[in-house]
T-cell receptor, first 113, second 111 residues
Framework: DVKVTQSSRYLVKRTGEKVFLECVQDMDHENMFWYRQDPGLGLRLIYFSYDVKMKEKGDIPEGYSVSREKKERFSLILESASTNQTSMYLC????????????FGPGTRLLVL | SQKIEQNSEALNIQEGKTATLTCNYTNYSPAYLQWYRQDPGRGPVFLLLIRENEKEKRKERLKVTFDTTLKQSLFHITASQPADSATYLCALNNAGNMLTFGGGTRLMVKP
């Protein structure tokens, strides 16, 4: 079974703090994704990566950056957390072929005070 | 503009009945469409995929239809059980083979 793990289930941070969310997958998948999910807005893609050290902006990249130094690990960074970044963050991975089926981690619920 | 619409209102049904969820899309020409299940506080889990040249796909109590003329997919759960209660998301591939997700429909199956 594909396993995607995220570093924290719940996180509370203060405005202005730098926040790191880590995601690890164990299936040698090429692609990795970061989404945020908010009530009424569904899943929105922040960034994705199709290879080590490669990254592409998704629909809402502002205020976020990412890092993929190793194939299995994809980090989401909030450079200076703001209250409007309070959300559920979901990491996903996929093997990179067609069709594209994504495997999700359990999510990190981030609260920025 | 591109849009994927799922009924945002919860669907309440009685145990044993068939649940039918709808996914409509506009300004997409997807090669395939997928359905995911999401439990509260958890990440979505892939359930079924149907390709554009397939009319129907089944897996145990689940059935998905895909009508590219109507631009609609229907997701059915037969003999529904309280354990089927969850939010169900449809997703389709857009240009670049990325997935775009609908907002999901919450299903509540009452005993």
């Amino acid at each position: 079974d594909v396993k995607v793990t995220q570093s924290s289930r719940y996180l509370v941070k203060r405005t202005g703090e730098k926040v790191f969310l880590e995601c690890v997958q164990d299936m040698d998948h090429e692609n990795m994704f970061w989404y945020r999910q908010d009530p009424g807005l569904g899943l929105r893609l922040i960034y994705f990566s199709y290879d080590v050290k490669m990254k592409e902006k998704g629909d809402i990249p502002e205020g976020y950056s990412v890092s993929r130094e190793k194939k299995e690990r994809f980090s989401l960074i909030l450079e200076s957390a703001s209250t409007n970044q309070t959300s559920m963050y979901l990491c996903a991975s996929s093997y990179g072929g067609q069709p594209e089926t994504q495997y999700f981690g359990p999510g990190t619920r981030l609260l920025v005070l | 503009s591109q849009k994927i619409e799922q009924n945002s209102e919860a669907l309440n049904i009685q145990e044993g009945k068939t649940a039918t969820l709808t996914c409509n899309y506009t300004n997409y020409s997807p090669a395939y469409l997928q359905w995911y299940r999401q439990d509260p506080g958890r990440g979505p889990v892939f359930l079924l995929l149907i390709r554009e040249n397939e009319k129907e796909k089944r897996k145990e109590r689940l059935k998905v239809t895909f009508d590219t003329t109507l631009k609609q997919s229907l997701f059915h759960i037969t003999a529904s059980q309280p354990a089927d209660s969850a939010t169900y998301l449809c997703a389709l591939n857009n240009a670049g083979n990325m997935l775009t997700f609908g907002g999901g429909t919450r299903l509540m199956v009452k005993p």
